[in-house]
């Protein structure tokens, strides 16, 4: 058995960047960044007033008292024609660009207006409420870097920018093959030794979370020339993700039944709990993730390692599993030789500290245990007894799946 970070390192090593496709900004949330995003205008283009008030010249409204003559007015995407001279001053508004001669605002709730008479009250100090050209950005800055998940914020400062189109990492296509005599669909008939096949639907949620196609290529029954004929349906993938079979069993076939069609193990077997039997290889030209039958286990291996797998496909910023730290909200006993990742609880002590406390049975066939988790506490190989209260490692699972 390997240790899970080299398990994930190896499979890291192996798996392909995807190319850039451009896309309409309108369709481009959730997807990760290929290329610099970069300003083709300047924003704000000119100096705007921040305000509604007066646009003057700073120095006329140094002390309180100044009295100035209105010569026009300007709002929004409409300028002041001519230059304002000293003494005078134009009513502008929000958005509106300052006119030649002026670079302050005296705000309106400052302003003793009479007819053209402005008056201000208070001093007014030169650039007050004033947005200066290119406070933004400036045509030609690179507005968003390579590698970021695009969310609806950045949506809105690529428009800002003029940039219509965007590139993004093509999304890894993902087969998903389920296997096995005992499994059926979910609402399909059950026989009296069958169960509801739950491995593919929430991989296919964990892959689209990631960025990801998923494909399903449906349920290989535990015959040779069955399963051989379901993996070919990868052909065209990024990846194929079989979901059970992995193990040594008579009946798990995957390894055996694969090797005969030209799959080149990398290694399988993974020193961690839930989990043990995973493999790693290529098939052809597709790499190969072999998880294991088990639905918690599929799905925690899912997390530490087809996840990371496809944010690599994908370039982006956040590969390897997020780790925090916590204290711990109950007694654990020493661990053995196998990395566990323990379903927790997430919660805040009296102090306002982050707990993490494992439920009691952990058995890895219990989905209402990890559907209820927060979070993974992180075990090493050989860990001593740890007490509550003591700081633990764990990752969380909001979000991810």
């Known amino acids: 058995m390997i240790p899970v970070i080299e398990a994930r390192q190896r499979i890291l090593a192996q798996m392909p960047l995807m190319p850039a496709e451009w896309v309409s900004i309108a369709e481009a949330d959730g997807r990760v960044l290929a290329e610099p995003a970069i300003a083709q205008r300047t924003q704000p283009p000119a100096d705007l007033s921040a305000m509604d008030g007066y646009a003057v010249l700073g120095a006329d409204v140094a002390r309180p008292g100044a009295s100035l003559t209105r010569v026009g007015e300007a709002a929004a995407g409409h300028a002041h024609a001519g230059v304002v001279k000293p003494?005078?001053?134009?009513?502008?508004?929000?958005?509106?660009?300052?006119?030649?001669?002026?670079d302050t605002i005296l705000i309106q709730e400052d302003a003793d207006v009479s007819g053209d008479r402005v008056t201000a009250r208070e001093a007014v100090r030169t650039g007050t409420y004033v947005r200066r050209a290119g406070l933004d950005f400036r045509t030609g800055e690179t507005g968003l870097e390579p590698g970021r998940d695009l969310n609806p914020r950045d949506l809105g400062l690529l428009a800002a920018m003029n940039v219509p189109w965007v590139g993004v990492r093509r999304r890894p296509r993902i087969a998903l093959l389920s296997t096995g005599d005992e499994l059926v669909r979910p609402g399909e008939a059950l026989g009296p030794?069958?169960?509801v096949s739950s491995n593919a639907i929430s991989l296919a949620a964990?892959?689209?979370?990631?960025?990801?196609?998923?494909?399903?290529?449906?349920?290989?029954?535990?015959?040779?020339?069955?399963?051989?004929?379901?993996?070919?349906?990868a052909a065209g993938c990024d990846m194929l993700v079989t979901l059970g079979g992995a193990s040594v069993g008579d009946h798990d076939l995957v390894q055996d039944v694969?090797?005969?069609?030209?799959?080149?193990?990398?290694?399988?077997?993974?020193?961690?709990r839930p989990g043990k039997p995973l493999m790693f290889g290529r098939f052809g030209d597709v790499r190969l993730l072999g998880l294991p039958g088990n639905p918690v286990s599929a799905v925690?291996?899912?997390l530490l390692f087809l996840r990371p797998a496809i944010r690599q496909m994908l370039g982006a910023d956040d590969i390897e599993p997020q780790v925090r730290t916590a204290r711990l909200g109950r007694d654990l006993p020493e661990n053995d030789r196998r990395e566990d990742y323990l379903r927790s609880k997430l919660g805040?002590?009296?102090?306002g500290t982050a707990t993490v406390t494992p439920f009691d049975r952990q058995d890895s066939s219990m989905l209402h245990v990890l559907s209820r988790a927060g979070a993974l506490a992180i075990r090493a190989p050989h860990a001593p007894a740890l007490a509550a209260g003591s700081p633990v490692s764990f990752i969380p699972l909001t979000g991810m799946i």
Do not use: Y
């Not at 003494?87 to 002026?102: D, H, M, N, Q």
């Not at 694969?258 to 399988?268: K, P, R």
């Not at 805040?348 to 102090?351: G, R």
């Open 87 to 102: 003494g005078e001053c134009v009513r502008i508004f929000t958005g509106a660009p300052l006119p030649p001669g002026t």
């Open 193 to 195: 030794n069958q169960i």
């Open 206 to 233: 964990l892959v689209r979370r990631a960025g990801a196609e998923p494909v399903d290529i449906g349920i290989a029954p535990d015959r040779p020339e069955a399963l051989a004929e379901a993996a070919s349906r």
């Open 258 to 272: 694969l090797a005969d069609e030209g799959l080149a193990l990398d290694f399988w077997r993974i020193a961690m």
């Open 300 to 302: 925690v291996c899912g």
């Open 348 to 351: 805040i002590d009296a102090e």
